[in-house]
């Protein structure tokens, strides 16, 4: 069984850019989180689907971030314009239960803005 | 605003030794805790989940309790091996599956 990827493992773009970063959870898994880790940090939770509809976004940063979560299936984040404490590791995880389910995250996204 | 503190920066133990490992919590009442494991460039590991009314878990060389008392779970490494080096983190879960995570403990294990 294929864990969860995420595409791409690293990302490097300059303030005021856009970068988009994607996630393909465990094929029915209706549970997708998103969470960042910025340098030094915990890893903080941002936002949570169940199929497609956003379950809880109440860790989004701000109006900057757009996550998306297609047909139920692979989700997106999109970061615009990215600033500089943008900057950090994205992980995905994915579910097939909400509550005590184990989470199943993904390698991470490494983005730095410039 | 909820907090989690694990124990010290970086824990070193010789190997066949017990690493214990403290995750201590603030302002928060989870239903459940869970335990992962992190390794370089890599996402964390599911390791172990006790729930609020669970005092102690045991799998394999793992064994967690925890304590709603003194807000407090306890992580332990039986005969520990150079294998197990890595960052363990401590997550409080919510009936939403949302994590909050501690910043996490990095064991070393020296043969």
């Known amino acids: 069984e294929a864990g969860v990827t995420q595409f791409p493992s690293h990302s490097v773009i300059e303030k005021g850019q856009t970068v988009t970063l994607r996630c393909d959870p465990i094929?029915?898994?209706?549970?997708l989180y998103w969470y960042r880790r910025v340098m030094g940090k915990e890893i903080k939770f941002l936002l949570h689907?169940?199929?497609?509809?956003?379950?809880?976004e109440s860790g989004m940063p701000n109006n900057r971030f757009l996550a998306e979560r297609t047909g139920g299936t692979y989700s997106t984040l999109k970061v615009q314009p990215a600033e500089l404490e943008d900057s950090g590791v994205y992980f995905c995880?994915?579910?097939?239960?909400?509550?005590?389910?184990?989470?199943?995250f993904g390698p991470g996204t490494r983005l730095t803005v410039l | 605003s909820q907090k989690i503190e694990q124990n010290s920066e970086a824990l070193n133990i010789q190997e066949g030794k017990t690493a214990t490992l403290t995750c201590n919590y603030t302002?928060?009442?989870?239903?459940?805790l869970q335990w992962y494991r992190q390794d370089p460039g890599r996402g964390p590991v599911f390791l172990l989940l006790?729930?609020?009314?669970?005092k102690e878990k045991r799998k394999e060389r793992l064994k967690v309790t925890f304590d709603t008392t003194l807000k407090q779970s306890l992580f332990h490494i039986t005969a520990s091996q150079p294998a197990d080096s890595a960052t363990y983190l401590c997550?409080?879960?919510?009936?939403?599956?949302?994590?909050?995570f501690g910043q996490g403990t990095t064991l070393q294990v020296k043969p």
């Open positions: 995880a994915s579910s097939q239960v909400m509550r005590e389910g184990t989470q199943y």
């Open positions: 094929s029915g898994h209706d549970n």
């Open positions: 689907f169940v199929k497609e509809s956003k379950q809880d």
């Open positions: 302002n928060y009442s989870p239903a459940y």
């Open positions: 006790i729930r609020e009314n669970e």
């Open positions: 997550a409080l879960g919510a009936d939403t599956g949302k994590l909050i």
